[in-house]
Protein backbone atom coordinates (compact mmCIF):
# COMPACT_ATOMS: atom_id res chain seq x y z
CA UNK A 1 0.00 0.00 0.00
CA UNK A 2 1.39 3.49 -0.86
CA UNK A 3 -0.46 6.19 0.43
CA UNK A 4 0.21 10.24 -0.23
CA UNK A 5 -0.95 12.27 3.04
CA UNK A 6 -1.55 15.64 1.44
CA UNK A 7 -2.26 19.21 2.79
CA UNK A 8 -1.05 22.37 3.63
CA UNK A 9 1.92 22.76 6.11
CA UNK A 10 0.67 21.94 9.86
CA UNK A 11 -2.71 20.03 8.95
CA UNK A 12 -1.28 17.07 10.86
CA UNK A 13 0.48 15.34 8.07
CA UNK A 14 3.35 14.50 10.32
CA UNK A 15 1.48 13.48 12.97
CA UNK A 16 -0.39 10.99 11.31
CA UNK A 17 2.40 9.63 9.32
CA UNK A 18 3.98 8.45 12.37
CA UNK A 19 0.54 6.79 13.74
CA UNK A 20 0.59 4.85 10.64
CA UNK A 21 3.94 3.28 10.61
CA UNK A 22 3.35 2.14 14.20
CA UNK A 23 -0.10 0.40 13.18
CA UNK A 24 1.06 -0.60 9.78
CA UNK A 25 4.48 -1.41 9.27
CA UNK A 26 4.78 1.60 6.92
CA UNK A 27 7.65 3.66 6.39
CA UNK A 28 7.04 7.26 6.57
CA UNK A 29 9.27 9.12 3.51
CA UNK A 30 8.92 12.84 4.54
CA UNK A 31 10.91 15.00 2.15
CA UNK A 32 10.66 18.11 4.80
CA UNK A 33 12.53 15.69 7.63
CA UNK A 34 15.17 14.55 4.73
CA UNK A 35 15.60 17.78 3.98
CA UNK A 36 16.03 19.04 7.80
CA UNK A 37 18.58 15.97 8.47
CA UNK A 38 20.43 17.00 5.64
CA UNK A 39 20.87 20.87 7.18
CA UNK A 40 21.44 19.28 10.81
CA UNK A 41 24.31 17.43 9.20
CA UNK A 42 26.46 20.14 7.55
CA UNK A 43 26.06 18.97 4.37
CA UNK A 44 26.60 20.39 0.96
CA UNK A 45 23.04 19.59 -0.08
CA UNK A 46 21.99 21.13 3.54
CA UNK A 47 23.79 24.34 2.80
CA UNK A 48 22.14 24.32 -0.67
CA UNK A 49 18.63 24.54 0.92
CA UNK A 50 18.64 25.92 3.92
CA UNK A 51 17.91 30.01 3.08
CA UNK A 52 15.11 28.32 0.89
CA UNK A 53 12.97 26.58 3.44
CA UNK A 54 13.81 29.19 6.07
CA UNK A 55 11.94 31.68 3.47
CA UNK A 56 9.39 28.71 3.51
CA UNK A 57 9.82 28.08 -0.69
CA UNK A 58 9.54 25.12 -2.62
CA UNK A 59 13.26 23.78 -2.92
CA UNK A 60 13.66 21.85 -6.69
CA UNK A 61 11.80 19.25 -7.66
CA UNK A 62 15.52 17.32 -8.58
CA UNK A 63 16.76 17.07 -5.08
CA UNK A 64 13.47 15.75 -3.56
CA UNK A 65 12.68 13.39 -6.19
CA UNK A 66 16.29 12.45 -5.45
CA UNK A 67 15.90 11.90 -2.26
CA UNK A 68 12.49 10.15 -2.75
CA UNK A 69 14.15 7.82 -5.11
CA UNK A 70 16.53 6.73 -2.38
CA UNK A 71 14.45 5.10 -0.09
CA UNK A 72 11.80 4.02 -2.10
CA UNK A 73 13.35 0.10 -1.73
CA UNK A 74 13.36 0.77 2.18
CA UNK A 75 9.75 1.12 2.13
CA UNK A 76 8.82 -1.92 -0.62
CA UNK A 77 10.34 -4.46 1.84
CA UNK A 78 8.11 -2.59 4.79
CA UNK A 79 4.28 -2.43 4.11
CA UNK A 80 4.76 0.17 1.86
CA UNK A 81 5.62 4.04 2.42
CA UNK A 82 3.12 6.97 3.58
CA UNK A 83 4.26 10.31 1.44
CA UNK A 84 4.48 13.04 3.92
CA UNK A 85 4.93 16.55 2.41
CA UNK A 86 5.53 14.64 -1.20
CA UNK A 87 4.91 15.56 -3.93
CA UNK A 88 3.98 19.30 -3.87
CA UNK A 89 4.17 20.44 -7.66
CA UNK A 90 2.99 18.40 -10.71
CA UNK A 91 6.35 17.46 -11.83
CA UNK A 92 7.04 15.94 -8.50
CA UNK A 93 3.35 13.90 -8.56
CA UNK A 94 4.84 13.04 -12.49
CA UNK A 95 8.50 11.99 -11.48
CA UNK A 96 7.07 9.92 -8.60
CA UNK A 97 4.23 8.07 -10.62
CA UNK A 98 7.25 7.74 -13.23
CA UNK A 99 9.53 5.87 -10.36
CA UNK A 100 6.56 3.74 -9.08
CA UNK A 101 5.85 1.87 -12.21
CA UNK A 102 9.31 1.35 -13.09
CA UNK A 103 9.40 -0.73 -10.05
CA UNK A 104 5.83 -2.48 -10.62
CA UNK A 105 4.12 -0.40 -7.56
CA UNK A 106 1.78 2.33 -8.04
CA UNK A 107 -0.22 4.96 -5.87
CA UNK A 108 -2.64 3.30 -4.49
CA UNK A 109 -4.36 6.06 -2.37
CA UNK A 110 -4.11 9.97 -1.80
CA UNK A 111 -5.71 10.83 1.77
CA UNK A 112 -6.56 14.82 1.76
CA UNK A 113 -6.59 16.32 4.75
CA UNK A 114 -9.05 19.75 5.15
CA UNK A 115 -8.05 22.32 7.30
CA UNK A 116 -8.94 26.17 7.19
CA UNK A 117 -6.42 28.47 6.80
CA UNK A 118 -6.95 30.34 9.79
CA UNK A 119 -6.54 27.35 11.98
CA UNK A 120 -3.01 26.36 10.44
CA UNK A 121 -2.20 29.17 11.44
CA UNK A 122 -3.57 29.25 14.82
CA UNK A 123 -1.95 26.24 15.35
CA UNK A 124 1.46 27.34 13.69
CA UNK A 125 1.65 30.43 16.29
CA UNK A 126 1.46 27.55 18.99
CA UNK A 127 4.24 25.51 17.53
CA UNK A 128 6.52 28.22 16.56
CA UNK A 129 6.49 29.36 20.12
CA UNK A 130 7.20 25.38 21.37
CA UNK A 131 9.70 24.51 18.86
CA UNK A 132 11.12 27.34 17.44
CA UNK A 133 11.14 25.86 13.87
CA UNK A 134 12.82 28.49 11.79
CA UNK A 135 10.39 28.23 9.05
CA UNK A 136 7.29 28.24 11.61
CA UNK A 137 7.42 32.06 11.49
CA UNK A 138 4.65 33.91 10.93
CA UNK A 139 6.60 35.28 7.52
CA UNK A 140 7.77 32.16 6.20
CA UNK A 141 4.38 30.16 7.21
CA UNK A 142 2.86 32.94 4.87
CA UNK A 143 4.93 31.95 2.23
CA UNK A 144 4.07 27.97 2.69
CA UNK A 145 0.97 28.88 2.44
CA UNK A 146 1.17 30.46 -0.36
CA UNK A 147 3.28 28.20 -1.82
CA UNK A 148 0.57 25.67 -1.07
CA UNK A 149 -2.14 27.19 -2.64
CA UNK A 150 -0.44 28.08 -6.16
CA UNK A 151 1.97 24.82 -6.41
CA UNK A 152 0.67 21.98 -4.66
CA UNK A 153 -3.20 22.53 -4.17
CA UNK A 154 -3.10 22.21 -8.44
CA UNK A 155 -2.20 18.84 -7.78
CA UNK A 156 -5.61 18.13 -6.31
CA UNK A 157 -7.79 17.94 -9.76
CA UNK A 158 -4.37 15.02 -10.50
CA UNK A 159 -5.37 12.53 -8.28
CA UNK A 160 -9.19 12.75 -8.00
CA UNK A 161 -8.75 12.30 -12.48
CA UNK A 162 -7.18 9.10 -11.36
CA UNK A 163 -9.86 8.04 -8.40
CA UNK A 164 -7.52 8.18 -5.93
CA UNK A 165 -8.71 10.83 -4.01
CA UNK A 166 -10.43 10.37 -0.86
CA UNK A 167 -11.12 13.84 1.51
CA UNK A 168 -10.64 13.88 5.27
CA UNK A 169 -11.71 16.65 7.70
CA UNK A 170 -8.21 17.94 9.07
CA UNK A 171 -10.19 19.84 11.77
CA UNK A 172 -10.86 16.99 14.12
CA UNK A 173 -9.29 15.70 17.18
CA UNK A 174 -6.33 13.59 16.22
CA UNK A 175 -7.94 10.46 17.40
CA UNK A 176 -11.03 11.34 14.60
CA UNK A 177 -8.74 12.18 12.36
CA UNK A 178 -7.05 9.21 12.35
CA UNK A 179 -10.29 6.94 12.26
CA UNK A 180 -11.20 8.22 9.15
CA UNK A 181 -7.71 7.74 7.63
CA UNK A 182 -7.78 4.58 8.75
CA UNK A 183 -11.62 3.41 7.17
CA UNK A 184 -10.06 5.24 4.07
CA UNK A 185 -7.09 2.95 3.92
CA UNK A 186 -9.31 0.00 4.78
CA UNK A 187 -11.59 0.72 1.97
CA UNK A 188 -8.79 1.07 -0.70
CA UNK A 189 -7.44 -2.31 -2.84
CA UNK A 190 -3.71 -2.42 -1.76
P1 LIG B 1 7.58 20.23 5.59
O1 LIG B 1 8.27 19.72 6.78
O2 LIG B 1 6.97 19.17 4.74
O3 LIG B 1 6.59 21.34 5.92
O4 LIG B 1 8.67 20.91 4.65
C1 LIG B 1 9.48 21.98 5.14
C2 LIG B 1 10.13 22.70 3.96
O5 LIG B 1 10.97 21.78 3.23
C3 LIG B 1 9.18 23.24 2.90
O6 LIG B 1 8.65 24.51 3.25
C4 LIG B 1 10.09 23.31 1.68
O7 LIG B 1 11.00 24.40 1.78
C5 LIG B 1 10.91 22.04 1.84
N1 LIG B 1 10.23 20.88 1.20
C6 LIG B 1 9.77 19.76 1.81
N2 LIG B 1 9.22 18.91 0.95
C7 LIG B 1 9.31 19.51 -0.27
C8 LIG B 1 8.90 19.14 -1.57
N3 LIG B 1 8.26 17.98 -1.81
N4 LIG B 1 9.15 20.01 -2.59
C9 LIG B 1 9.80 21.16 -2.38
N5 LIG B 1 10.20 21.58 -1.17
C10 LIG B 1 9.97 20.77 -0.11
Known amino acids: ?26 VQL ?22 IMERGELVSDEIVVELIESRLPEAEAAGG ?8 TLAQAEALDRMLEGRGRKIDLVVRL ?11 AGRFAESGRPDDNPESFKVRLQAYNRQTAPLLPYYED ?8 GMGAIDEVASAIDSALDGAKA
Do not use: H, W, Y
Open 1 to 26: MNLILFGPPAAGKGTQAKRLVETRNM
Open 30 to 51: STGDMLRAAIASGSELGQRVSG
Open 81 to 88: AIFDGFPR
Open 114 to 124: KVDDDVLTQRI
Open 162 to 169: AGKLVEVD
